[in-house]
């Protein structure tokens, strides 16, 4: 069974770091593109960050390059994304997701809708 658990999540002052971890199980993380994305309250969902499993490029929005660093760690099946200098924009509930395996094209052009599988998400609050 596919299964993606988030953690990491909390309250955090502008300002601060956070790092989110994601748990897969039921599949091998490193033949799945991978990614983060957050929604807001009244927000559309947003994608943050992704790693392609074609080539392992790496992909960040515009709104967290040079602040937030995806990572994955194959032989923990774990996904990461180290949150640095965080600002209050930056609050909502975070999920990772996976879609594969064994995906061609890059990450950056996949949508939120096609990936298949999502965790429970994350909470993250940034206060001013």
């Known amino acids: 069974q596919v299964q993606l658990v988030e953690s990491g999540g909390g309250l955090v002052q502008a300002g601060g770091s956070l790092r989110l971890s994601c748990v897969a199980s039921?599949?091998?993380?490193?033949?799945?593109?991978i990614g983060w994305f957050r929604q807001a309250p009244g927000k559309n969902r947003e994608g943050v960050s992704c790693?392609?499993?074609?080539?392992?490029?790496?992909y960040y929005a515009d709104s967290v390059k040079g602040r937030f660093t995806i990572s994955r760690d194959n032989a923990k099946n774990t996904l990461y994304l180290q949150m640095n200098s965080l600002k209050p924009e930056d609050t909502a509930v975070y999920y990772c997701?996976?879609?594969?395996?064994?995906?061609?094209?890059?990450?950056?052009?996949?949508?939120?809708?096609?990936?298949?599988?999502w965790g429970q998400g994350t909470q993250v609050t940034v206060s001013s």
């Open positions: 997701a996976a879609i594969g395996p064994d995906v061609q094209v890059m990450c950056s052009i996949i949508k939120s809708y096609e990936y298949g599988y």
């Open positions: 790693i392609s499993s074609s080539d392992g490029s790496i």
């Open positions: 039921g599949f091998t993380l490193d033949r799945y593109v």
